[in-house]
């Protein structure tokens, strides 16, 4: 258990870590990093969650992994959006097995685990590239940060991703199952933000479609 002591003593036992991190912590030699990770996967303390990203096994661990924290570790610079982000929030009621992620270039990719519990999905999402990551928040869990769409730009993705047309906001109610309530958390700021990510019609349509139905159903809406 060589490698859980290294682990341990450097205080990221219950941290996912990548093969660099395993190479310092090991003296910085490759010889000695391949042995250990190869003694410690044999013997079952260390798990692959993907090439050159590991986890010390569940029955090792006294700290729960976050599904979100491993989304983010598998591919660095991503954030979670979609419903996994809208049920993360709270505004859609369904547990979405899934983890729905955004990457700022390159293809589709999906990954499974040997945790088994969750699936990974990446796309990626043409937006002006200075505006990624407006509308994304970090997010922390036992002392790892993943990042977070908020609910606006979940929805702006889910929005651009399945090709939705705007009607009228029926649909995020019914279809969505939103709570009204929720939508009317929404700022002006907040519209502002994820419009300004967006060149494509149909979602500033359709963004510009529930600021105008909530704006002409209450005076409460906040500025």
Do not use: C
Not at 115 to 123: A, I, K, R, S, T
Not at 151 to 163: E, T
């Amino acid at each position: 258990m060589l490698i859980i002591e290294i682990l341990q003593n450097a205080g990221v036992q219950q941290r996912i870590f990548h093969a660099r991190d395993l190479v310092r912590l090991s003296g910085g030699s490759p010889t000695r990093y391949y042995r250990l990770v190869h003694q410690a996967w044999a013997k079952g303390y260390l798990m692959r969650l993907q090439h050159g990203t590991y986890m010390v096994a569940p029955k090792y661990r006294t700290v729960k992994v976050s599904k979100f924290v491993i989304a983010g570790q598998i591919v660095p610079n991503s954030y979670i959006s979609f419903e996994s982000a809208l049920s993360y929030h709270g505004w859609i009621p369904e547990r979405v097995v899934q983890v729905l992620s955004v990457i700022s270039k390159g293809r589709p990719r999906h990954f499974e685990t040997p945790l088994g519990d969750f699936e990974f999905e990446y796309v990626h999402l043409p937006v002006k590239v200075a505006e990624f990551l407006s509308g994304v928040t970090r997010e922390e869990y036992q002392g790892q940060t993943f990042l977070m769409a908020t609910p606006l730009r979940a929805l702006a993705d889910y929005v651009y991703d399945r090709k939705i047309e705007w009607t009228s906001i029926d649909w995020l109610l019914d279809s969505l199952r939103i709570e009204e309530e929720n939508l009317r958390t929404l700022t002006l700021a907040d519209f502002q933000q994820v419009k300004s990510v967006f060149r494509a019609r149909r979602v500033l349509a359709f963004l510009n479609g529930i600021q105008r139905e909530l704006f002409a159903t209450t005076r409460s809406f906040k500025r």
